[in-house]
């Protein structure tokens, strides 16, 4: 177990301290509380790891809507959005 003091976490994920210490207040990183704080080496690990799971499921639904449709789809998706413009029958 190694831990790290704010700057050297902050070295790793490139970025500033006070980022650092926004993350740590909002409880996205988890530390040891002290004079320096501490930061465990595998607690930002493992926010790393979440923070590539987020952009990878959100690369992945962008993908998913900008993937052509076939008409028969399109079709269906047209209809139900378009009002129906016929009369009311009459009771």
């Known amino acids: ?3 790290l003091t704010e700057p050297e976490a902050a070295q790793i994920l490139q ?3 006070s980022k650092i210490k926004r ?3 909002a409880g996205k990183l988890a530390y040891v509380p002290g004079r320096p704080v501490l930061i465990d080496e595998k607690d930002l690990a493992a926010y790393i790891d979440e923070k590539k799971r987020e ?3 959100r690369d992945s639904e962008r993908r998913a809507a900008r993937a052509p449709m076939d008409a028969k789809k399109w079709a269906q998706i047209a209809v139900l959005l378009t009002p129906d413009r016929r009369k009311p029958k009459a009771l």
Do not use: A, N
């Open 55 to 57: 952009r990878e499921q």
């Open 1 to 3: 177990m190694k831990l």
């Open 15 to 17: 970025c500033s301290t």
């Open 23 to 25: 993350l740590r207040f």
